[in-house]
């Protein structure tokens, strides 16, 4: 199993996956690979999800103060999401031609006039460093691109970028490989892990999975998704 990661983790380009994206047109259906309909869908998924975490911790309830929309693409999760619950949203997104959308195309004007937007790094997610504590980490269709060990260092970033009482959500596709296999894909250098590989790397994040479900009413054709809801582990001292 750890030989075979390794070699998974080897194929992993950054470069040759900023090259992919690159090419990819600044619209929710290029976001979505061509399944714009999913949109919606994908969306009332996340809310149902997030409502849950928050009959989890009552406290989380009611708008929060500051988020960050981790591999955000042109917005699309923010525009359906985060920013109706959240004061003021960071993003996180190598590709600047899918920002500019946020800073300067005028469908995201209001979202501007109402001082939401907060920071932009336009880093991979390999490379950001947190400099703001936030109640609610969004990371969704996007560490296929990092290693595992890329993986766990971030998400230990994440945890300690946590406000009291805040969240991380991770939402990503499941391998649909039987025997549980994570898979490369080439063509644009990421890779589908198992649920059993997830729930490895949040343990040596020192991560608990508080609550995890499959998202509803995606075709049978594509890779099952599942969301995620992490906190750090309680300190023993």
Known sequence: ????????????SHSDSISYWSNIPSTVNGMLGGFEELDLKDIAGSKTFLGRLRRIDPSFAGQVSRCVDCGAGIGRVTKGLLGSISDTVDFVEPIVEFTNEIESSEQWKPFRDQKKLGRIYNVGLESWQPEQLYDLIWIQWCVGHLTDKELVALLVRCSASLSV??????????????????????EDSSVTRSHESFLRIFKDADLDVCLHELQRNFPTALYKVRMYGLRPKPSRD
């Open 1 to 12: 199993m750890a030989s075979e990661q390794a070699e998974i983790d080897g194929q992993i």
């Open 165 to 186: 009482g805040g969240w991380i959500v991770l939402k990503e596709n499941m391998s649909s490989d039987p025997e549980k296999k994570d898979i490369f894909d080439d």
